[in-house]
């Protein structure tokens, strides 16, 4: 095989395995961003919005985004980062750090603007800082999406790598040499 596409191809197992770790990423962050809910059934923001649940979001959120970070470190630190699908995977990889790093402040402002949320408020104030939630919200779920659809771009990435493996065979490991014929016996007659 020519030694510059040898260098140039990530290791199949790698691949697979960078493409499962994608992949369960991804999931979580999709499975984030539709399981956690500002509005209630009706559409509406809550008369007392939880600050716990809308601050564990928050942390939730913190927690997914240094996971994302810390696989792009850690892809960023390989060899074959600097190959041509490797530079692809990592500009991929670097908009999910980017976009998920996001989210969080997001989440963190929601939290806060529902503190703030008083009865005694004017009903104009109230719809501010409901409409305002409702924008943080949604716009950190976005971000949660946002993440997702970049690692679901490196992982196509890296799919399309692994079909131009099927065009270079796997490097076949080599055989123990075959033991020598036997010599003929000394004993003539």
């Known amino acids: ?3 510059d596409i040898q260098r140039a191809l990530i290791p199949r197992d790698e ?4 493409i499962g770790a994608l992949d369960a990423m991804k999931a979580k962050l999709l499975d984030a961003a539709q399981q956690w809910q500002l509005l209630d059934e009706s559409g509406r923001v809550p008369a007392s919005p939880s600050y716990t649940e809308l601050l564990q979001h928050a942390a939730d959120a913190q927690d997914l985004s240094h996971d994302v970070v810390q696989l ?3 892809f960023a630190q390989s060899p074959h980062s600097t190959n041509r699908v490797g530079r692809a995977v990592l500009a991929h990889l670097a908009t999910a750090a980017t976009m ?6 997001r989440f963190i402002e929601t939290a806060e603007t529902a503190l703030s949320l008083s ?19 949604a716009t950190a779920r976005a971000y949660l999406r946002r993440t997702s659809e970049s690692l679901r771009d490196a992982s196509k990435e890296l799919n399309a790598h692994l079909d131009f493996h099927r065009f270079f065979p796997a490097p076949s490991r080599p055989e123990s ?8 016996s000394a004993h003539h007659r």
Do not use: G, K, W
Not at 15 to 18: A, D, N, S
Not at 177 to 184: C, F
């Open 100 to 105: 998920s790093s996001h989210a969080a402040p």
């Open 15 to 18: 691949t697979r395995h960078l």
């Open 119 to 137: 009865p005694s408020a004017s009903p104009i104030t109230r719809q501010y800082r409901e409409n305002s939630m409702v924008i943080d919200h």
């Open 72 to 74: 792009t470190a850690d």
């Open 177 to 184: 040499p075959a033991s020598p014929p036997p010599r003929p």
């Open 1 to 3: 095989m020519n030694p």
